[in-house]
């Protein structure tokens, strides 16, 4: 591990930060309406960013650097490569859904989009609190006005107050706990936290205050129960293809942050933060669960879905606690494989309502979908995979997420939560499940309208749809991925 400034362990961060500005510049001078090169030349620099990332992950690149801010190791890779992929592929979603709505006037989508993942990179490889709090703001950010880039649209312009106050409260909830832990150890970098942590040389009344306002952010940034007021209304009142820009990649970053913070600095205080973990996941799946069942708005619906499933992220973290080295290695890489393979569902979700939304209407209704089957037998068959994995039925990818995050939670000795998770998940299963009724056996309501998808995006929306059932079929190579990255950066 080097300590020295190593802009090589950089370059993913470097080359966004270079590409970034080259596209605002060309956004300045470009004077098309749809704004097709700088589209193009985000794209460019998404898959370049992910072959750099992917080669220097084959080459075993790992290192600190910038006197420990930041962090490269296979986890960084992996997390990285996953936001590139989830950031592309949510740009060309939401072509034809900006273009019909006149989001790129200003041509800032693409531009905020490119900085919002810059600073979700910064979180995924920071080593130091000051790190971690610089990429959450710069991600934030760029979320904030991205969320109001329809300046004519009150409900956006609404949600993205929402969002701003709260957010500003939840970073004011991890400022507060960071200064505790700066002041309980004397120290920044995380490693560093971490070690006096178990030298038993900290305060430790000050370091438990710091876990619990620094659990309170992380679950905030997480959507989790109770702090998830802001995920529905913030969902709904987004235009789409910003809901996808924000419930997909950053949920990735958040994750590592949690990981990074949790795991790395404090894991001496894992008896502390534990339970409050198992608190939130409990209440995220109860809140999550119950209320999607009322909602006939499928935004919504998707937010509360998304409430529930972070409660089973925080179920995988609060096992490795107590399971072990090995079992922590196994319960976190479920926890990681989870988030991932929810993050592609997520895409596949929303970018369904991108698909099937058009001038003039938003397909943000479950009764929009009446009839989905009749206008588009394939279309219907990747709303059912979606739904399926989802709920966590077999043999799709939900499934075998779930299974690997009870697994451990069992040999934890959780037996009762884990039971409590089973029975929330089957009253999940009556909200998607109605989906699937909704599209293959009710009647279309008006006159049916043929999907407006290019190539592109039928292309990529049948891949994320066999991807539930390859990965739910074939899921070992990516979970010894996730443990592999566990092992190797946390040192488990």
């Known amino acids: 591990m080097q300590t020295s ?24 001078v470009s004077k098309h309406p749809t704004r097709f090169l700088t589209y193009l030349v985000s794209l460019a620099t998404l898959v370049v ?22 962090v490269t190791d296979s986890l960084s890779h992996l997390l990285k490569i996953a936001s590139y992929i989830a950031v592309g592929v949510t740009l060309v979603y ?40 610089l990429g959450l703001e710069l991600m934030s950010l760029a979320l904030y006005a991205l969320i109001a880039v329809r300046r004519d649209d009150a409900t956006a312009t609404e949600a993205a107050m929402k969002y701003f106050v709260l957010g500003a409260l939840a970073s004011g909830f991890l400022l507060y706990g960071m200064s505790m832990i700066y002041g309980a150890t004397g120290h920044l970098d995380l490693q560093q936290v971490g070690e ?27 959507g989790a129960a109770p702090f998830h007021m802001w995920v529905p209304d913030v969902y709904d009142g987004s235009p789409t293809a910003v809901t996808l820009l924000l419930g ?35 209440l995220s799946l109860a809140i999550g669960n119950i209320t999607a069942i009322a909602q006939s708005n499928f935004k919504r619906m998707l937010a509360y879905s998304t409430i529930s499933h972070m409660g089973f992220v925080l179920l995988g ?65 990747i709303v059912l995979l979606l739904m399926v994995s989802l709920t966590g039925l077999p043999p799709t990818v939900g499934f075998y997420a779930k299974l690997a995050v009870l697994q451990p939670l069992i040999q934890a000795g959780h037996v009762t939560i884990a039971v409590i998770a089973v029975m929330f998940s089957l009253i999940g299963a009556f909200y998607y499940l109605r989906v699937v009724k909704v599209v293959y056996f009710d009647e279309p309501v008006g006159e049916a309208q043929p ?23 074939l899921p070992g190579g990516l979970m010894a991925a996730c443990i592999h990255a566990i092992q190797t950066s946390l040192g488990l």
Request: with cysteine; net charge positive; hydrophobic share 55%.
């Open 94 to 133: 939401g072509r034809i859904y900006s273009q019909s709505r006149d989001m790129l006037r200003g041509g800032e989508l693409y531009v905020l989009a490119l900085f919002a993942l810059l600073g979700q990179m910064v979180m995924i490889s920071a080593g130091n609190l000051l790190s971690i709090y």
């Open 317 to 381: 973290l609060s096992a490795g606690v107590v399971a072990g080295r090995e079992g922590s290695a196994n319960a976190y890489g479920a926890a990681l494989f989870y988030m991932i393979t929810y993050v592609l569902t997520t895409l596949g979700s929303f970018g369904m309502v991108l698909l099937l939304s058009r001038d003039g209407f938003e397909c943000d209704k479950i009764d929009d979908l009446k009839g989905l089957n009749r206008r588009s037998p394939w279309h219907a068959f």
């Open 248 to 282: 997909a990649a950053p949920k990735l970053a958040a994750f590592a942050m949690t990981l990074r913070v949790l795991v790395e600095a404090l894991h001496g205080l894992a008896t502390d933060w534990q339970p409050m973990l198992l608190i939130l996941a409990v």
């Open 5 to 28: 400034f190593d802009f090589a362990l950089a370059a993913p961060e470097i080359i966004l930060l270079v590409m970034g500005a080259v596209v605002l510049l060309i956004d300045a």
């Open 49 to 70: 960013l992910t072959i750099v990332s992917a080669v220097q992950w084959s080459n075993g690149v790992t290192g600190r650097t910038f006197d420990g801010l930041f």
């Open 451 to 473: 999907l407006r998808a290019t190539c592109a995006q039928r292309g990529l929306m049948s891949i994320n749809g066999a991807l539930l059932l390859v990965l739910g079929l």
């Open 196 to 222: 006096v942590i178990a030298a038993g040389k900290a305060q430790k009344l000050a370091l438990v205050f710091g876990v619990v306002f620094i659990v309170a952010g992380l679950a905030f940034k997480l």
